[in-house]
Every structure is written in structure tokens, then in C-alpha cells.
């Protein structure tokens, strides 16, 4: 018998364990923190959600395998939206249900590359991106966003190789809470026409853009269905993170590729959630809009706070998702390590935040901080908790 | 302008299409037929199901993303089932709860495998097992069965190389309805142990065995923990399939490995489905015994059926899942293509079954029969068409 267990893949290996349930590990020991970290919105589904739940299972049919696509109110509901607020033009073009928007992107991957094929992804990433990436076997091609968080045009295109399959962009941007114009997303999927490349892009914040900024979905790009892959989920407008439910828009001819990879994944998403999310969709973005312009005093109020920090921390643009991506400053003479600013934040003033490592963001110490935060005063007094900490851990005198 | 998509992977090229949808188009278009082709029980899940649903939603924190590896009052269920009915050691291992068996496969070999490394895959298979392996972009080192459906146990000692990472096996199988005896579990749990191989058992059938056969999980042996992976389905005994809730227990190292996986495919599996899976736990095997009992009057009456075929089929023993997998004998001159038969029985008798390409057996002609009929009159009927198609379709001359 062999002592040693088998070893794990060395594609698992290269990939770094999750930081946020570091993180929320040393939140929960430290009752009182307040979570300047979440990834979620804090309020439920529409009630719609219930009443359509109450009546599953009325048809024995309800419990068998569904189709591997989705169900078929569901998918027709999807593409109505897509056309209506997106501007997709459904022809040659097909939907697909997912157990949420993670699932369809590594789906995709699959569908798309071979080992040893390169993507390319901008920085800072969303971890589960650089994850999938690498689980499929691929090669993620990091390229660094302009110091506002903006796509560098010219640095993805000199990116491109003979082994390039993709490039990858997140608008709004989780982590960075910004919001690409419709010319870089133009010019990207411009790029991918012309070299070949699928773009694959992930719209899960789409609801969430604010100070007028507006969303805009590549595949609303005349000539775009050949290789536009866009990604939505439920999760976040509708307060629906447990439910498992997103969707993928993708060229027809994918259809049976995307099957495939489906089928040996999870064969369908939950039927009972695929119903919940019709009621969702039901109830629409009117429903999501005030739930979502509820955060923009938690926005402000975290954006003045940080501008009473003045030189300490570096705050670009941010008008989308729920973020803020900021550059902590330290003194000259001192060297800040993110994950040991944000265990010195949690431990010694009672807030939380995700380091910038998590995002691939190495250099330096970055943080998110995220104002989907459920409750006015906690959030004021996180705020608050964030700028003493930050006054404190930088080291700066007082001006 | 590229006028070409751009290509899909050579790894999901070298997939065939699932078959299961051509037939079950087939078998739509030609209404009457009785299908002996499903995979899935006919019955929902218990009662108490709809009562824990209706209360999910109570609390606001049901709807936030659960912890990856499953909600607590799960996971710690599976532990107590799996030691009481397993008799597996809990001692350095782990649950997971998974969105269905299959995606548990697939997370479990995106971990312990590379591009290019080898798994062992005794066939007939299950067709996902396959596509799951070139997914991960591993190869599948094909190793047929016996003609009875048991292990060559000597052929998958033989086919360890030194890029062979695990060897699947699945009892009670699908397709062949084989169950496994305990000594050859052992022999290949023993080997994958010394070789240091992951040994990577499905058991989603294991509720299923008729004729007095027994299950056994290969967890239960001594020292298996360092390198046993073993999935579990709720999908056929609980008839829960559209809702999505397996799980796995394997090896504590294993456990940050598959975090990342889950993380980056699913996050975690839905929410309202895992806590219908405690109500299908708490009802248990003694909810499920009477209606997988139910079953065996119709396997007696396939199996009597096939008997009055004489020479024409050759019946391997079908003691487990719901499964028979039959050779079908053409007269000496003829040869047989297993779709063109299935199109045969749908389209002039009446009766689908699934052809044996689908599970890579592609000599001669096999099909997979289901027992798993809800209605008795039908099952019936189906046995009668069937043998009056293959009596028909091997044009044997009666004796």
C-alpha cells in the first residue's frame, strides 16, 4: 500500500485558494465587524418567486430531467429581455440556461480551447475568471487595466498570439466597479472579429451602473453573433445568489458544443429555480431599479468618506457593480501588504475588505470595498471604521 | 471581417453527440411508443419535500450563496447515511454536495488530473464518464468488460501506465444493469492503493439491486481513504432528478483542491434544492424500498421476454440499477447497425430503446433496455413490441 495519497492536478495547484473565506473566517471571528466585503446583495427575490414555487410539482414532469438548454418559458422569456434591454439580435444566435453565470463561463472555456491555449484576461480580474481559466487547461494571458481601471486597447490586441482563443471582459467590472464605454467593448469585440478570437463577456452587474453611466452588451455589435459569448446571471439584481440560476447568449453554431459540455456538467440547471427565475424576469428590471438605486447613498457616503483620506488612498472611477477598488498609499518608507492591512482592519477597527490579491492585483495594496450594504448606519459606521483604519495603518500625520 | 466563427475545442470535437436526444426526438415523433430508453424513475420525491420548501425563504439568509461544500444540516445527514449504510469510516474524509453525481465526476477530475494524463474507463460506460474525461482534457483508457459486464480485472492491472491517475467504476452499473461483487471492488481499490491511483466510484444506483445482489461501497475498506472518490446521486432513488443534489465523500486532502473547482463551476449547488435533499434524507431508504420493489415484477417480465427470444439476444445477468443490456443476434448473413435497429423498433414497432454506441460499445449490435416504467400495462406492451421487432429484425426463422 502507498503511504501517499494520489497528488492533486497541477492546474488545481497553480491555482491560489480562495482569499474571501480567509477573509470571512476572520470576520466571523471577530463578532461586530462590519462586512465592507460582500459580493451579494442583501435583500431576497421578488414574492413572485414564492407563489411560483408553492405550485412546483403540480405536473410529475417537474421532477424529471428537463431539457439540457433550459426550460422552454424560461429561454423565451431570456430572449425577449436580451432583445428588449440589450439590443441582441436573436438570429444566429442561442440561449442557454445555467446553474449561474460561473458555470457558463467555464463551460465555454471547455467548449472553446484546448490545453495549452491561451486567453486573455484584464486586470484586476474576478478570481473565478483566472480560475476557470486555468481549471480548463488553459492559459490565462493577464494583461494590466490603464491606472482608471479602463480597458488598454492596444496592450490587449499586442496580447493576441497563434495560441489566443479569447479575451475576456467583466462591464460593469467586478472588482473594480468600472464600466467600459461602448467604444472599448466595440473595439474589443472589433478585435476578436478580425483575429479570430471569441469574446467572452460577463454582464452579471448589468443593473448596476450609476451617476449615468450606461450599460452596453456587445452583442448588440452589427456582425457580432459568429463569436460573441455574453454571460448574465440572477444572482445579483434579483437577490437570487442561491438559486443557482444565470443564462449565456452564444453563436448558434455552439449550440451542440455547449450541449455537450452541459449535459456531462449538470445536465440541466434545477428545474424548481429555472421556474423561480421566470417569476424573476417577470417582475423585470422596475423591480430591481429601486432596489438598486437604494445603494447609491451607501455610495456616496463611502466615496466622501474616502475623499477625506486624501493622498492615503488612490480612488479611480467607479460607476458600476457594487465596488470600489481603491490604492491604499502608504508613507514612503513603508511597505503595505493587502492581506495584512485587511487583518489589521477586521482585528483593530472592526471592518472588513477584500485584498487586491484576490484580483491579481500584486503590487501595492488594493482593496474592494463594497457598499451593497443591507443597512444605512452600518454602512456609515463601516465608513467610518474604514477611514480611522486607513488613517491609522498609513501612517500619515495629520495635515 | 473574419467571415468564419472561430473553431470549437479539438476536446469537444472528439465528443460524440449524446445520442439519448436523437432517439428521444425519434421517439417523440412517433407517438404511442412506449419507451424502454428513460434513465429515470417515474415517481417524485417524498411528500415532506413540498412541506421543507415551503418554508425555505423564512429567513432572509437562504437566499445569500451557501458555503461551497454544501449547507451544514446536509452534509452532516450524507455523514450519518453514509456511515450507516456505507460503513464508511468518516476518519480523513470529506462531503461535498454537488449539483447531481455527474458534476461531481467532473470537479473530481478537473482536480486530480492534467492535459494528457490517463483514467481508466472499464466499458460499456456511462457515456458522461467519457465525455467528462476528454473534458478535463484527459484521455480514456478504454478497458472492456468481461462478456458477462463484470471487471477484467486483469486487463485494468494491464492497462496502468505511468499517466494513468485513477480508474472509474460505477455499480450498479449503467448501462449494463452489472452489479459488482465486493471482491473485485477490493482488487481494484487495492490496485489503484498501490499503484497511487485515485479509485473514482459512482454509486448513484446503489438503492437498485435486485435478485438478492448487494451493494457495496468501496469507502468501506480499510485504508481506502487516501485515495477513494465515491459519488452518490439523489436523482433515481429519491426521483429527484430535475432538482439537482448529489454529492461526494473522498479523501480531507482533496477537500481545498475541490473547493476551487466547486467555487469556480457552481459556487454552490442550489439552496432550496439541498434542503428538499434533507427531506429526501430524512424519509431514507425506507421510503425508497417499496418503489424501487415496485420495479421487479417489470424486470421479470422484460427478462421472460427476452427469454422466448431464444438465440436471437444474449441476456448478460441485469441485477442492478434498472437496466438490461442485451446482445442482439442477426442471422449469420446480416449484419446489424445498433441505430438503424432503435430507428426499426420506434418507427415500425412501437418500442425505444437506447442503442450501445452510446456507451462506446460499437461492435455488433447492443441495446440498453429500462425497466423503469411506471406503468405496468406499458411495461407490458413494450416487452411484447420488442420482441416482436428484434423477431422480425434478426429475421431468424421460427424454430
Not at 215 to 228: M, R, W
Not at 309 to 336: I, K, M, Q, S, T
Not at 360 to 370: F, M
Amino acid at each position: 500500500m502507498s503511504p501517499l495519497p494520489p497528488p492533486v492536478s497541477a492546474r488545481l495547484a497553480a491555482v491560489q485558494s480562495p482569499i474571501i473565506p480567509i477573509v470571512m473566517d476572520l470576520y466571523r471571528r471577530h463578532p461586530g465587524t462590519v462586512s465592507l466585503g460582500q459580493g451579494v446583495v442583501g435583500y431576497g427575490p421578488p414574492p413572485a418567486v414564492a407563489e411560483r414555487i408553492a405550485r412546483f410539482g403540480d405536473s410529475p414532469a417537474h421532477h424529471l430531467y428537463q431539457p439540457d438548454e433550459g426550460i422552454p418559458e424560461l429561454r423565451a422569456a431570456i430572449g425577449e429581455k436580451v432583445a428588449a434591454e440589450n439590443g441582441i439580435d436573436p438570429r444566429d444566435r442561442e440561449i442557454m440556461v445555467t446553474a449561474g453565470a460561473n458555470m457558463g463561463f467555464l463551460n465555454a472555456l471547455i467548449a472553446i480551447t484546448d490545453p495549452g491555449d491561451e486567453v486573455i484576461l484584464p486586470r484586476p480580474y474576478f478570481f473565478n475568471h483566472e480560475m476557470a481559466i486555468r481549471m480548463a487547461g488553459a492559459v490565462p494571458r493577464i494583461v494590466a487595466c490603464r491606472p482608471d481601471h479602463q480597458l488598454d486597447r492596444r496592450a490587449i490586441a499586442a496580447a493576441v498570439g497563434p495560441r489566443t482563443r479569447a479575451v475576456v471582459t467583466n462591464s460593469p467590472n467586478n472588482p473594480s466597479g468600472a464600466t467600459y464605454p461602448e467604444a472599448d467593448l466595440r473595439a474589443v469585440n472589433g478585435l476578436c472579429a478580425e483575429r479570430g478570437l471569441y469574446h467572452l463577456h460577463d454582464e452579471a452587474y448589468e443593473y448596476f451602473v450609476h451617476d449615468g453611466a450606461t450599460h452596453f452588451s456587445p452583442g448588440a455589435i452589427p456582425g457580432s453573433s459568429p463569436h460573441t459569448i455574453e454571460l448574465w446571471s440572477l444572482s445579483k439584481a434579483y437577490g437570487f445568489a442561491s438559486w443557482r440560476v444565470g443564462y449565456m447568449v452564444f453563436p448558434a453554431g455552439l449550440m451542440e458544443t455547449l450541449l455537450k459540455v452541459q449535459d456531462t456538467n449538470i445536465i440541466c440547471a434545477p428545474a424548481i429555480s429555472q421556474h423561480a427565475a421566470l417569476a424573476c424576469l417577470e417582475a423585470g428590471f422596475d423591480w430591481c431599479r429601486p432596489r438598486i438605486e437604494s445603494f447609491a447613498p451607501n455610495r456616496e457616503l463611502l466615496l466622501d468618506a474616502l475623499d477625506g483620506l486624501g493622498a492615503r488612498v488612490e480612488v479611480p472611477p467607479a460607476n458600476g457593480a457594487f465596488y470600489v477598488f481603491v490604492r491604499v498609499r502608504p508613507d514612503r518608507d513603508r511597505e503595505l501588504d493587502d492581506m495584512a492591512v485587511v487583518r489589521e482592519l477586521i482585528v483593530e477597527h472592526g471592518v472588513a475588505a477584500v485584498p487586491g490579491s484576490a484580483f491579481g492585483v500584486e503590487e501595492g495594496c488594493s482593496l474592494r470595498l463594497s457598499y451593497a450594504v443591507a443597512d444605512r448606519d452600518a454602512m456609515a459606521l463601516g465608513a467610518r471604521r474604514l477611514v480611522d483604519g486607513l488613517r491609522a495603518i498609513t501612517g500619515r500625520t495629520e495635515r
